[in-house]
């Protein structure tokens, strides 16, 4: 039997879908080892803390409606696949953090965006 994975998908940011061309998501627990001095010579446990989500696309600059992703603040950013059946991924109270511009010979015009989020939501 053949199993299907998650493929391409879609971005909204705030219900207005973005040619997205890369995404990346990288999500922190915030846990932190805690190292204490005892006869095992090995720590025994860790401490809970607060987690971050980092996100970085890289997006088509249209020549015209392009987002002001230098003004992004408490956005909601949702990510889910293109294929039907899959599940949405909301990142909520995003912010950009950097935005940059790339032009080649080769390809389209590319503008990379680190963004952070307080908050994830599968829904």
Excluded: H
């Excluded at 909204?12 to 080892?33: A, F, M, P």
Aim: aromatic share 6%.
């Amino acid at each position: 039997m053949l199993e299907e994975y998650a493929g391409a998908i879609v971005l909204e940011v705030n219900g207005q879908e973005v040619e997205v061309i890369d995404l990346s998501v990288t999500g922190k627990t915030g846990r932190k080892l805690v190292k204490t001095m005892n006869k095992t010579g090995r720590a025994k446990g860790f401490a809970k803390g607060i987690a971050e989500y980092d996100l970085a696309a890289t997006v088509a600059i249209p020549l015209s409606g392009d987002l002001d992703w230098d003004g992004i603040e408490g956005e909601k950013l949702t990510v889910y696949p293109l294929s039907p059946g899959g599940k949405r991924t909301s990142y909520l109270d995003c912010f950009s953090t950097e935005v940059g511009e790339k032009y080649s010979v080769d390809n389209e015009a590319r503008r990379d965006i680190k963004l952070q989020a307080l908050r994830k939501v599968e829904e």
